[in-house]
């Protein structure tokens, strides 16, 4: 009896320790996300607004939400190896005028590479620009 526990306790750790790793990520990067602020030479031409922080929510189905000051847009978004992410472009409502940060944070989204997470900070890298820096809001 000792013996068929002892093989079942075995086959549940030899089965949990195959799990991908990008499954891991994934549920790490779920859920709601404020854009904070960007790292990049062009920063200072994109002021954040105080009263408005654009939140982005990724989905457990590959979409994602994107909150701004007044628009609402939907997207899709996909890991690849390691830290690779691709982020498609957003569909947006145009209601109105949405700040200069929340317009800049769109059209960076479809052009992230890769992503670094640590705690309850993301950061979403594009290539010859910069990043920006996301805190977590929720799951």
Request: include cysteine; charge should be negative; hydrophobic fraction near 40%.
């Amino acid at each position: 009896m000792k013996i068929t526990q002892l093989l079942f306790l075995l086959a549940l750790v030899l089965l949990s320790s195959c799990r991908d790793k990008d499954n891991n990520l994934d549920d790490s990067i779920l859920g709601k996300w404020e854009i904070k602020e960007f790292m990049s030479l062009e920063s200072v031409l994109y002021a954040k607004d105080a009263d408005y922080s654009p939140i982005i929510e990724f989905n457990d189905d590959g979409t994602y939400s994107l909150q701004l000051d007044r628009n609402g847009c939907v997207g899709s978004f996909e890991f690849g190896d390691d830290d690779a992410i691709s982020i498609s472009a957003a569909g947006c409502t145009k209601i109105c005028c949405d700040s200069d940060f929340s317009e800049k944070a769109t059209a960076m989204l479809p052009q992230v590479e890769r992503f670094v997470l640590q705690k309850n900070e993301l950061e979403l890298h594009v290539p010859g620009w910069g990043w920006l820096v996301l805190n977590k809001v929720s799951n």
